[in-house]
């Protein structure tokens, strides 16, 4: 394994990619912070879209203080379009976690950085490789592709006994003084060359030892990871008041957006009769009402879940309530609201006007 990892990191080396979050020595020490936001950015999303998102975020919240001390609400802005909004909530609460209890400096242990709100075991490994040099190993989508084509393992990382097993060979390519190369390299190696459909197999430094290379059966691993979703059918409503402003909820009873604020939304099918829902009348009395209107309808995918949602526009003859925070004014919703389900609804009816 020694001659494959001096292999993987003379390429890494000569191919490695330039991003915000890396210094430009690829010796040196990283910013713990910046590691740890970059990795909770890429979760899920792709590099090129991350990258403003990083800037923009670096300049507000330039280090874990200064995060620690913003709204949950200009957070969630910041974050408005990476989705999967419990991850800003948990950076917010383990920011403010960290400038208590380690004086604003991210802790230098597994166990420290695992304790924290939304730091798992690869960000944990993250941190602990590239901003401390620590030979701890990491393991994400790349290199499980990299580790399934590499040893021909013909399963996924679906239960704790698989994920071990993955787990071991991540930990092995980590036993290096220089692990935080290794780990990087292994990361740019799955993003740029061991690819999922198309793989650059000629220029790869570990193809020699490579079995699914060897046996030309690249594209027979990973196997095929089978996903089940939930068909979800139903109505938002977005309730205008007489003076301009709109309604949100903070709802636990949302299958999706918990401890969030969320236009009301309910089940609802489109074969339903186009009359006033009775399951509105949980927000608004139709007595309040000048003007209910369909105005279309759009799709939405949000983890296990598959939308297909119609959107309502309520218009109302009273004002908002002016000391309920539910109530936010339609003149700046845009840049107020991070929840892409109710942006899309909003498009709907702002955009129909």
Partial sequence: MKSQKKALVDWFLKNRSVFPWRVQDPYALRDAYWVWISEIMLQQTQVSTVIPYFERWMERFKDVNTLAEATEEEVLSYWQGLGYYSRAKNILKSARIIKK???????????????????????????????????????????????????????????????????????????????????????????????????????????????????????SFPPTKIRRYTAWEGLVLVIE??????????????????????????????????????????????????????????????????IEAQVMHLLLHTNASQNDPRWFSKKNLFEKISNAFSLKALEKVFNSH
Avoid at 160 to 167: E, G, M, N, S, V
């Fill in 101 to 219: 209890q380690y004086l604003g400096i991210l802790p230098s242990t597994r166990k420290e950085l695992e304790a924290l709100p939304g730091i798992g075991k690869y960000t944990a490994g993250a941190i602990l490789s590239f901003a401390y040099h620590a030979p701890e190993a990491i393991l994400d989508g790349n290199l499980t592709r990299i580790f399934s084509r590499l040893y021909s393992i013909s399963f996924l990382p679906q239960n704790k006994k698989q994920a071990d097993f993955y787990w071991a060979h991540a930990t092995e390519w980590a036993q290096s003084p220089k692990a935080f190369l290794v780990n990087e390299a292994l990361m740019d190696l799955g993003r740029l060359v061991c690819k999922v459909k198309t793989p650059n197999c000629s220029v790869c430094p570990l193809k020699n030892s490579c079995k699914a290379y060897l046996n030309q059966q690249t594209q």
């Fill in 241 to 306: 008041s007489q003076d301009g402003f709109v309604f949100f909820e903070n709802s636990e009873s949302s299958p999706f957006f918990k401890n969030q604020y969320c236009l009301p939304h309910f089940k609802f099918s489109k074969t339903q009769s186009k009359n006033f829902p009775i399951q509105a009348e949980s927000w608004v009395s139709f007595e309040q009402v000048i003007s209910f209107t369909f105005v279309g309808a759009f799709k939405h995918a949000i983890t296990t879940y598959k």
